[in-house]
């Protein structure tokens, strides 16, 4: 088979669902209020926690993570349940410079990403298994690479996110089973109705050990009818 006409079959199968990603989260405001640019607002009412920011800080603390997504919206016609996973695999060199190596997969459909991430937590490769290898400035924004970034992203982010947290409330605090991993997990609601959010729940984990915190649940419905969960489902240290 050409490999380059596996690769292009890849990126549109990938590109498909990155598009419903994006433009569901996108819609709902998980991605503007939620980006890396809003990781230095500290939050009020966690201070003194030191949160987890980006992505780079999740395979240090984490070697294995899987979440859901699930996101039905109505007025769209989008009804969608997918789970994404990363595995760190250790160190790897190019060009004698060291990187960490990380693989992303989609569960059940594949899709495998090995991602090289250098000590600033930028990408300077990127391998589609068993397609071809991508390097240069464009590599960090493949389709490939800005699904699971939105995913896994979000997670590491949202915790900082102060306007956000001030419209919360704690509901409850539990230590979670998580995969092998136990947390302790604080749950937060939304106090009132606030556009664009109808309804929200989130869940923020204190690692054992650690000052870090990590949402481990995001439950949000939308005043037009969207309904989003994103949730940690497996987590490895």
């Not at 989260?25 to 987890?52: D, E, R, T, V």
């Not at 606030?194 to 690692?207: E, K, Q, V």
Request: no cysteine.
């Amino acid at each position: 088979m050409n490999p380059s006409k596996r690769g292009l079959g890849a990126a549109g199968k990938t590109g498909a669902v990155v598009v419903l990603i994006i433009v569901v989260l996108g819609a709902i405001y998980l991605i503007p209020k939620f980006s890396a640019a809003s990781q230095s607002q500290a939050s009020s009412s966690n201070s003194g926690i030191k949160q987890i920011t980006g992505m780079p800080a999740l395979f240090y603390g984490f070697t294995r993570m899987q979440v859901s997504v699930e996101v039905n919206d109505p007025l769209n016609g989008i009804d969608q349940n997918q789970s994404y996973s990363y595995t760190v695999l250790g160190k790897g060199t190019l060009n004698s410079t060291v990187y960490t190596r990380v693989e992303f997969t989609t569960v059940g459909v594949g899709n495998d990403v090995v991602v090289w991430y250098n000590s600033t937590g930028g990408i300077d490769e990127v391998d589609l298994v068993g397609v071809r290898n991508y390097t240069g400035n464009g590599a960090a924004n493949l389709p490939f690479i800005t699904i699971y970034d939105s995913a896994f992203g979000t997670l590491a982010s949202i915790g900082n996110n102060s306007t956000l947290l001030s419209l919360l409330s704690k509901t409850s605090e539990a230590m979670t089973s998580i995969g092998p991993t136990q947390v302790d997990v604080t749950t937060y609601v939304l106090r009132a109705r606030s556009y664009p959010y109808s309804s929200l729940t989130l869940g923020l984990a204190t690692i054992p050990g650690t000052n870090a915190q990590l949402a481990t649940y995001l439950d949000e419905k939308t005043t037009d009818g969207t309904n989003s969960v994103l949730q940690v489902t497996s987590l490895t240290r």
